[in-house]
């Protein structure tokens, strides 16, 4: 048998077929699954729960095909800047928004670090359907 | 101890139940063959001889077809045994050179098989327990009848030229091109002839991979045993170069082991204890954490874990 046809096989298991088109420049809305521990006062012991944190900002680049694809997102959060990355066909992302979409001129938008919001908004033009 | 051939596929990633990345490496092992079982009192070691992929009986020396005596017979024997598979062997027998090869491939027949039922003339009332008497020596059986084969197999190829058959399908073929061996004390739950699938590999968490290093072919000193190099401007000539390789008078020689440039890799490497992550008995496959020597393709033997803490 064809070995990339065995991967492929492998991999089938955790590829999503859900995932909308995501291209470098749009802003997206992940939700991560968070698993945390909390203390049951009336059981007075500790749970784990899982809970879904949305993380919204510009994917900056994108990296790898098929299972090995991960996305950077970017957001300011605060005055700070922060840059998470994340596989998109982890079990651990519970679905991906996109909230806003952009024509893309650059595949990897490492200049917009620099930039200010008013620049930024120049440079990234919203397409609207 | 439980070892199987098998190919490396490639590399790829899967996740864990808490989502976490795990590197892996896919390595298909379709049944083994189990060539021989050598035992103490005939070979003067336990062991289990595994044999892996098709290969043309013509392309085997004789003393190496000898391999196959007792597994042969018994497999001939085991399978025969099944009257359904029988008639259908039968059936094939009658039929018309280009029409029998098709049947064979469409319904999947072994052409040692085949050949066994038209050479030994076994029919629905043949006993086969009389044919091949489990304490003659198989050798005696099958030494002419693999002689039979290793004709055929020439006139099968001619056959298939003139009746435009890709030959690659008439070949006769022997289930080991890899032959390994294994150690085991236990060897009573082993047969020749018998098949080892990867769900011998269930229940088992660590697993060691032998295999064949990708060759570099002569390799300087920073590809073979990294070496710093020099900084590779300012007028200096000292670049990939290995520098001094000891002192002067006192030694006055080099010492054993200077690492230097040479031979590199297709040498046999072993990584030990690696995770087996999952088996997947339906599609033969084994998933191994992290990587394997050799590219892929390559045939290696996975083995259970000898140290693992």
């Known amino acids: 048998m064809n070995k990339m046809e065995l991967i492929r096989g492998v991999e089938s298991r955790f590829i999503k077929e859900d995932i909308p088109e995501i291209k470098p420049g749009y802003t997206v809305r992940v939700h991560v699954k968070v698993k945390e521990l909390r203390f049951n006062a009336k059981k007075r012991q500790w749970e784990e729960r899982v809970r879904i944190q949305p993380f919204e900002g510009i994917v900056i680049r994108m990296k790898g095909s098929g299972i090995n694809r991960t996305i950077t997102v970017r957001r300011v959060s605060h005055g700070i800047g922060i840059e998470r990355i994340f596989p998109v066909h982890s079990p651990n992302i519970e679905k991906i928004e996109v909230i806003k979409k952009v024509k893309p001129k650059r595949a990897v938008l490492s200049f917009i670090r620099n930039l200010s919001e008013r620049a930024l908004r120049r440079k990234l033009k919203e397409i609207r359907d | ?309």
């Open chain 2, 1 to 309: 101890m439980i070892a199987l051939l098998g190919e490396k596929a490639g590399m790829t990633r899967v996740f864990d139940e808490e989502g976490r990345v795990i590197p892996v490496t896919v390595i298909y092992s379709r049944p083994n063959y189990i060539v021989d079982v050598r035992t103490q009192e005939r070979d003067g070691y336990n062991a289990v001889v595994l044999g892996y992929g098709d290969v043309r009986i013509n392309k085997l020396t004789l003393p190496v077809v000898g391999k196959f005596y007792r597994s042969e017979l018994n497999r001939i024997k085991k399978s025969l045994s099944d009257k359904e598979t029988l008639a259908l062997y039968r059936e094939a027998l009658g039929k018309e050179f280009s029409d029998r090869e098709r049947f064979i491939r469409e319904k999947g027949l072994d052409k040692v098989l085949y050949f066994a039922v038209e050479y030994f003339k076994i029919d629905e009332n043949t006993d086969l327990d009389e044919l091949f008497p489990s304490d003659a020596d198989p050798a005696e059986i099958m030494k002419p009848f693999f002689r039979f084969l290793i004709e055929k197999e020439n006139e099968e190829s001619l056959r298939a030229k003139e009746s435009g058959i890709s030959k690659e399908y008439v070949h006769i073929t022997l289930p080991a091109r890899h032959i390994r061996e294994f150690r085991t004390d236990d060897i009573s739950s082993y047969q020749p002839g018998d098949y080892l699938t990867v769900q011998a590999f269930e229940g088992i968490e660590k697993v060691d991979v032998v295999g064949r290093s990708k060759g570099r072919g002569f390799a300087g000193v920073i590809r073979r045993w990294n070496f710093a190099g020099g900084p590779g401007a300012h007028g200096t000539k000292f670049i990939r170069r290995p520098g001094s390789i000891g002192a002067s008078t006192y030694p006055g020689r080099v010492i054993k082991g200077k690492k230097m440039a040479g031979h590199y890799g297709n040498e046999r490497v072993t990584v030990i204890n690696l995770r087996l992550v999952s088996i997947d008995p339906e599609k033969n496959l084994l998933l191994v954490k992290g990587g394997i020597p050799g590219p892929n393709g390559s045939v290696v033997l996975v083995r259970k874990a000898k140290r693992s803490a």
